[in-house]
């Protein structure tokens, strides 16, 4: 079985984001991230991958996963 390739995509300031990132940090989980804030070549590699801008988005081996709640229920099944 291989392992699982992971980017999590944030926006600063965002309450979403810290929601997620907050429960990384809790449960020492380290990903990476990048933010799009500033940074339009993370954006539109977002948006070409994703079809959207929407932040937190966790990249699990390409594939999007929207939504603060899902992704942080994904974390706790996947790093328990």
């Keep these: 079985m291989t392992e699982s390739k992971y980017t999590l995509y ?3 300031g965002c309450p979403f984001c810290t929601k997620v990132l ?3 940090k809790e449960h020492g ?5 990048v933010s799009i804030t500033g940074n339009e070549a993370a ?3 977002l ?3 994703g079809g959207k801008a929407q932040c937190p988005c966790l990249f699990i081996d390409g594939k999007p996963m929207y939504e603060s709640g899902d992704i942080v229920d994904y ?3 996947t790093f328990a």
């Design 43 to 45: 954006r539109a590699e």
């Design 10 to 12: 944030v926006l600063d």
């Design 29 to 33: 989980i380290e990903l990476p991230v």
């Design 22 to 24: 907050t429960y990384m």
């Design 75 to 77: 974390l706790a099944k």
């Design 47 to 49: 948006v070409r991958v």
